[in-house]
């Protein structure tokens, strides 16, 4: 059975509809970066989806290319996640998703070396004929957070963040978001295919002791 994070780490991938305080270790993503409304048909988002999942693929497949990885295990490719702000606001404006910044990523196992990923942009580029430039290797160390699984549509998070914070404070810790510690989603739906009442993300809030 191919190694499945979501299945192994579930109190990263799969917390209760509820707050709980977590601490994320350091860890490697396929990146990139953008800006403007995610749901734009053509749209830098879309475009950098697209690009996540074919460097994701050309690695998970490298076990049938010449390019053998060290380590190497069978594995699921992990959800989509996202870093999301915007600039000069607190928070999240969801009436101006055109100004929306984002870091749009998807987990690289340990295994990857820079090398690696850098093998599998230039495989990706030459077999899809594609430029994959904007691809970046990104390690990002999230440390404490506060998190929850949020049922229903994007726009109803709020709600959500709402408990997070309320659920945060009274156990002693206070928000930390800034520059280097942002706003972070993981989708486990394809709002492709799921009803919008249905799509399960995780919302996870950087956070501090008092």
Same mark, same amino acid.
């Given at each position: 059975m191919p190694f499945d994070y979501k299945k192994e780490?579930?109190?990263? #991938?799969?917390?209760? $509809?509820?707050? *709980?305080?977590?601490?994320?270790?350091?860890?490697?993503?396929?990146? =990139?970066?953008?800006?403007?409304?995610? $749901?734009?048909?053509?749209?830098?988002?879309?475009q950098a989806i697209g690009l996540l999942y074919s !460097? %994701?693929?050309?690695?998970?497949? *490298?076990?049938? *290319?010449?390019? +053998?990885?060290?380590g190497y295990f069978d594995y699921v490719v992990p959800p989509l996640e996202g870093f999301w702000w915007q600039d000069g606001i607190e928070g999240i404006d969801y009436s101006?998703?055109?100004?929306?910044?984002? !870091?749009? =990523? !998807?987990?690289?196992?340990?295994?990857?070396? +820079?090398?690696?990923?850098?093998?599998a942009v230039d495989e990706a580029a030459q077999k899809k004929k594609t430029d994959f430039s904007a691809v970046e290797f990104l390690a #990002? %160390?999230?440390? /404490?957070? =506060?998190?929850?699984?949020?049922?229903?549509?994007?726009?109803?998070?709020?709600?959500?963040? %709402? /408990?997070?914070?309320?659920?945060?404070? +009274?156990?002693?810790?206070? /928000?930390?978001?800034?520059?280097?510690?942002?706003h972070h989603e993981i989708y486990l739906s394809d709002a492709r295919k799921v009803a919008p009442e249905k799509l399960k993300t995780i919302i996870r809030h950087p956070i501090k002791r008092k």
């Open positions: 780490y579930k109190e990263f #991938y799969m917390p209760k $509809n509820k707050p *709980s305080i977590v601490t994320i270790p350091s860890m490697n993503f396929i990146a =990139v970066r953008g800006h403007g409304d995610p $749901n734009a048909e053509d749209g830098e988002y879309k !460097i %994701a693929f050309t690695i998970k497949m *490298s076990k049938k *290319s010449n390019h +053998q990885i060290d101006h998703k055109e100004k929306f910044e984002w !870091i749009s =990523v !998807i987990r690289l196992p340990d295994f990857v070396t +820079q090398a690696d990923f850098g093998w #990002y %160390a999230e440390g /404490l957070c =506060v998190q929850c699984m949020h049922i229903g549509p994007y726009d109803e998070e709020p709600a959500t963040v %709402a /408990l997070m914070h309320e659920y945060m404070e +009274q156990q002693g810790y206070a /928000l930390d978001i800034n520059e280097q510690r942002l």
